[in-house]
């Protein structure tokens, strides 16, 4: 009687353990290794990589920048400041319905009425380049920030340097 009883037991277990058992899925996973492959693109391929032509992301990609720096208490437009302006006066002749703003900045010695003064300088200059190369004035409007908005945060002539900037903004 012990050895049927322990047959009824093993088989019980047998059929329990079979009828819990995963059932094997219809579609396998792909190999380990095995990259998935992606469809060929059937449609035009865009020659601008996604950005507009004359938009914001256009114009700092086709120009040499956006920003002019300066030096301490100047204004003045040097030759690495007009190949940038060179550039920003192409890009602007081309898309002669874009308006910019150029901002004027200052780093952070002197009152805040100083580096006001001074970054409305730096930004009238920028723009007084771009009107000389033919932009006409009633597209560009200039802001000063003074030093409210550094680009750089130290107290040191590094940090300074970045700061003392005109940043051309395309509006539209």
């Not at 004027?104 to 300088?121: K, P, S, V």
């Not at 002539?157 to 539209?172: G, L």
């Amino acid at each position: 009687m012990a050895r049927l009883t322990t047959t009824l037991l093993m088989a019980t277990a047998l059929v329990a353990t079979a009828a819990c058992s995963k059932k094997r899925p219809e579609v396998l996973p792909p190999a380990p290794g095995a990259a998935p492959t992606t469809p060929a693109q059937t449609g035009p391929v865009d020659p601008n990589g996604g950005v507009t032509p004359g938009s914001a992301a256009d114009f700092k990609r086709s120009t040499q920048g956006d920003t002019v720096l300066f030096g301490l208490d100047m204004y003045d437009i040097d030759s690495t400041a007009r190949a940038i302006l060179d550039s920003q006066a192409d890009w602007l002749q081309r898309y002669n319905n874009v308006n910019i703003t150029v901002e004027g900045h200052a780093d952070e010695r002197g009152t805040r009425e100083y580096n006001l003064a001074l970054g409305d300088r730096r930004a009238n200059a920028a723009k007084n380049y771009l009107v000389a190369r033919g932009i006409a004035p009633s597209r560009i409007t200039t802001i000063s920030y003074g030093k409210e908005r550094p680009v750089a945060l130290g107290s040191d002539e590094a940090s300074w340097a970045q700061n003392r900037r005109a940043v051309t903004v395309v509006v539209n």
